[in-house]
């Protein structure tokens, strides 16, 4: 992971570090010329705000939760009432731990 590229969509930040790129304007624009053309795949790390973003523009192919064992009670809700997708399960496994791992495709 230390040595793979990676795409940091910010406002703020200005040293680029860990290998990073910034996509710093049109952010839409910038992440579909980067899917265009490639079977490429991009992996977005805790940040919900920019996964609502994304869904917003139907620019996530597949989502990957891991469910693990544990009850919280309250949070964040990941979809929210204007993000809802319709999403077909593909991959299912379960780890020794008890983890769920899912994997969704987007559905039109």
């Not at 008890?98 to 899912?102: K, P, S």
């Given at each position: 992971m230390n040595t793979m590229p990676k795409y940091v969509v910010t406002t703020t930040l200005e040293e680029p570090k860990w290998n990073a790129s910034f996509i710093k304007n049109?952010?839409?624009e910038e992440v579909t010329k980067k899917k265009e053309g490639t079977d490429q795949q991009y992996l977005i790390y805790g940040s919900g705000q920019l996964i609502r973003t994304l869904m917003d523009h139907n620019l996530i192919d597949e989502y990957y939760f891991m469910v693990h064992p544990v009850v919280l009670?309250?949070?964040?809700?990941?979809?929210?009432?204007?993000n809802q997708r319709s999403l077909k399960l593909v991959r299912v496994k379960t780890t020794t731990t008890?983890?769920?791992?899912?994997s969704y495709q987007a559905s039109e």
């Open positions: 049109n952010m839409i009670g309250k949070g964040k809700r990941f979809f929210m009432e204007q008890g983890v769920a791992l899912l």
